[in-house]
T-cell receptor, first 112, second 110 residues
Framework: DGGITQSPKYLFRKEGQNVTLSCEQN?????MYWYRQDPGQGLRLIYY???????QKGDIAEGYSVSREKKESFPLTVTSAQKNPTAFYLC???????????FGAGTRLSVL | KQEVTQIPAALSVPEGENLVLNCSFT??????LQWFRQDPGKGLTSLLL?????REQTSGRLNASLDKSSGRSTLYIAASQPGDSATYLC?????????FGAGTTVTVRA
């Protein structure tokens, strides 16, 4: 079953804690992306990666970090420096930067 | 910086009526424009992609037009059904970055 898998579906963060959101794809796509969605707003790009071992900051990278050690995996860490982390986080992938992006089902992060 | 606007923010129609969803963008130097569907609490599903050289794209009951020079796209959904109820997002690609509108939430009443 090809696609993008995000886990967990729901995540709770305590004050001062780092949490990591998982994103795995078996589509053999080179490019992967992380977006944040807040109510009433469009998706905003956090980080993107065009190829293994390379990634670039998006519009709202502060307080987040990523790694791309394997083609199929692009985990996102929400650090304690991100003061307003409550949001819906979406991972996407595409063959390249100009092609259709395919999305995972999302992770909803809340603060305890 | 690319700004994408979708009007209206919400729309409610009776079943069978045609839907017209609007999207406008400020920078016309786009590579392509994509329309997505999002169900509550779910990820995005790609509906249509229009390359910058195209004027329209069709898939089943869906038709999307693109007027790059005026910075506008319209998504038409013919003969709406309750299953079409969802939020529809448009996104434009330029400088290798996808910029999204906030979406139009559609309710189709049975």
């Amino acid at each position: 079953d090809g696609g993008i898998t995000q886990s967990p579906k729901y995540l709770f963060r305590k004050e001062g804690q780092n949490v990591t959101l998982s994103c795995e794809q078996n589509l053999n796509h080179d490019a992967m992306y992380w977006y944040r969605q807040d109510p009433g707003q469009g998706l905003r790009l956090i980080y993107y990666s065009q190829i293994v071992n390379d990634f670039q900051k998006g519009d709202i990278a502060e307080g987040y970090s990523v790694s791309r050690e394997k083609k199929e995996s692009f985990p996102l860490t929400v650090t304690s420096a991100q003061k307003n982390p409550t949001a819906f986080y979406l991972c996407a992938s595409s063959i390249d930067r100009e092609s259709i992006q395919y999305f995972g089902a999302g992770t909803r992060l809340s603060v305890l | 910086k690319q700004e994408v606007t979708q009007i209206p923010a919400a729309l409610s129609v009776p079943e069978g009526e045609n839907l017209v969803l609007n999207c406008s963008f400020t920078d016309s130097a786009i590579y392509n424009l994509q329309w997505f569907r999002q169900d509550p609490g779910k990820g995005l599903t790609s509906l249509l992609l229009i390359q910058s050289s195209q004027r329209e794209q069709t898939s089943g009951r869906l038709n999307a037009s693109l007027d790059k020079s005026s910075g506008r796209s319209t998504l038409y959904i013919a003969a709406s059904q309750p299953g079409d109820s969802a939020t529809y997002l448009c996104a434009v690609l330029n400088d290798y970055k996808l910029s999204f509108g906030a979406g139009t939430t559609v309710t189709v009443r049975a």
